[in-house]
């Protein structure tokens, strides 16, 4: 069965919560909802950015996603 | 008065063009802060070395673009930019402004920022230089609350779109290339301001040909004006730059010693096809193998015209040289309608078309031509659902930058590619 919007929200999170590295990209998430198209994963993504439970990093040129309670000092490079 | 001596910037100021070393010289009057710019600015000449470090978590609640984080490696020295981002405005279509909101523009950034500007970046937007932390909410709030302005594009969002001056200004516009680059800037806010894509993704819309905004070489997705049936003619015109009456090139050259006007030499040996020739004091094209180049058209703007039944052609792939160096879009769509009676529908389907592939066999930080590269374009036009045509591959994609050797730069330079990422780590 599919899985529901908040389902895979739930799977962004803890993906952004146990990855080895803090700093993930969208496409890192596409598992977290195998059955689901790329744009829905990142509205929920972004979702979860808007709720306060993830944050984005950005080097300028690409952007990435941090779990707000993996979020370092501001000056995290 | 000067807060750090800066020698090797004030050489900058003796050459016969104007230097940016003065402007900011200029503001750092208005605001010392800038003499820190100066300062660190000298520290690089002498160290080789940048003193920025870029990105981080920075940027206004919501938004995963707009603004690229920008500190200082030495705060303790330089304080005035210990933190110094940069923030994207979206320009408007065809970057025309009044000048109540250019004022009203540079008073926030005066307020809330250094006032140093660039005006504009490559994509476009406007850039405003040097924000603290701390400023960027209360500068948004009022961009978009008083100026009803929004920020533009950075990092893996939709990049601010841009076109050329279309319709407004110019004759030869195939489409309204204002509309189509301000409808699609409404129509995708959501991509602009958060990341969507495994990496940057640029429009950018070209009336014609000619191409001013170097949508060819600068854009992921370059919509181009182009007409469908033959190049509109007046024979009469056509004789009247023969025999000397009507100055070629709109007058653009005149300055020149070029003789009388050759049309021979000047228009028909030039056309890349070959496909024209005089039958007597007639001009004749074989329009099935004209590729749409502008040349005889720019020259004799007053005898020859785009055709009537308009529209664009649409190219994918260009980027500038990260991985395996830059290249030039490759035509995909020979010929599609632009307009706004279907909401530019057609060219939106085209867009989410490549975004759904993309998105899923893009890798990270690759842009859509280098993956089109890499799975091969035979593979691209299938999911695109195309027939090859020979347009796709006739012109092998060329590298317009050029790049310089050690041997080849007097003095030679070093770069220790290891230590610098060391330091400055992605
Ligand atoms: S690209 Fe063509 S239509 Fe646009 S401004 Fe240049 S010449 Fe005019
Ligand atoms: S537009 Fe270019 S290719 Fe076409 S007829 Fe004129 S010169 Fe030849």
Redesign the interface.
Known sequence: MAMSDQEIKDAILEKALKNKKAQL????F?KCGPDA???KI??LA?EL??EAKM????????????HADR?RS???? | MAKHDTPLLDELESGPWPSFVTDIKRQAEVNPDCWDILGQLELSFKDRITHWKHGGIVGVFGYGGGIVGRYSDVPKLFPGVEHFHTVRVNQPASKYYSTENLRALMKLWDKHGSGMTNMHGSTGDIILLGCRTEALEPFFWDLTHDLKQDLGGSGSNLRTPANCLGESRCEWSCYDTEEACHHLTMHYQDEIHRPAFPYKFKFKFSGCPNDCVAALARSDFAVIGNWRDDIQMDQAEVKAYVDGTTIPNGGAHRDGDWGTFDIQKEVIDLCPTECMWMEGDELKIDNSECTRCMHCINVMPKALRPGKEKGASISIGAKAPILDGAQFATLIIPFIKVTKDDEFESVIDVIEEVWDWWMTVGKNRERVGETIMRVGLPTFIKVMGLDPIPQMVKEPRSNPYVFWSEEEVPGGFERDVDAFRKKHAA
């Open positions: 990209y969208v496409k890192d596409y198209k790329a744009r990142k509205n972004n950015v808007t944050v984005f990093f950005s080097s300028g040129s690409t952007t990435m996603y941090v979020q501001e000056e995290v490079n």
